[in-house]
T-cell receptor
């Protein structure tokens, strides 16, 4: 069974440019989460999808971030325009059950570097 | 704001020694999870504890959830070089946001 896959693994862009990160969850997992780790900080929650619906997007930093999950399968996270402080590793995770009781399966992360 | 403080941040010990990593908070969590993360990979779940005072064992790893469900510990017996990695504790609250600690980077010297 394929795990959570994320693309790209590393992206280097200039301030002001746009980047789109993609996450393919484990097949059948309705719950999809985006997290971010900025250097020196803890992994922080960004948002949670249940199928195609946004269950909780309280962790999204600002309106430069847009997440979608059309059809309830893969998800994209777009940053437009990117700022220096957006640099970090963006993790996607999926689960069958809700996160607080079930197991979160993480992807390898997409490292974003904004110059 | 719920926070999880992990200690120590870094730990380097000799193979065969025992160690304990702590995860503390002033908040109550409905569950506490421990993850291990290798370089270039995402965190991988080791264990979930949900009951105050609960103890779970995974080979040489022993996980304990505090009675008040505010803290947890990870004890490794006879550490081996293969135990090297980043250990993260994560707490689940009433909502579905898992709160992560900053992690403990463990290095076991052969």
């Amino acid at each position: 069974e394929a795990g959570v896959t994320q693309f790209p693994s590393h992206s280097v862009i200039e301030k002001g440019q746009t980047v789109t990160l993609r996450c393919d969850p484990i097949s059948g997992h309705d719950n999809l989460y985006w997290y971010r780790r900025v250097m020196g900080k803890e992994i922080k929650f960004l948002l949670h999808f249940v199928k195609e619906s946004k269950q909780d997007e309280s962790g999204m930093p600002n309106n430069r971030f847009l997440a979608e999950r059309t059809g309830g399968t893969y998800s994209t996270l777009k940053v437009q325009p990117a700022e220096l402080e957006d640099s970090g590793v963006y993790f996607c995770a999926s689960s069958q059950m809700r996160a607080r009781t079930g197991e979160l399966f993480f992807g390898e992360g997409s490292r974003l570097t904004v110059l | 704001t719920q926070l999880l403080e992990q200690s120590p941040q870094f730990l380097s010990i000799q193979e065969g020694e025992n160690l304990t990593v702590y995860c503390n908070s002033s908040s109550v969590f409905s569950s506490l999870q421990w993850y291990r993360q290798e370089p270039g990979e995402g965190p991988v779940l080791l264990v979930t504890v949900v009951t105050g005072g609960e103890v779970k064992k995974l080979k040489r790893l022993t996980f304990q959830f505090g009675d008040a469900r505010k803290d947890s510990s990870l004890h490794i017996t006879a550490a081996q070089p293969g135990d090297t990695g980043l250990y993260l504790c994560a707490g689940g609250g009433r909502d579905d946001k898992i709160i992560f600690g900053k992690g403990t980077r463990l290095h076991i010297l052969p």
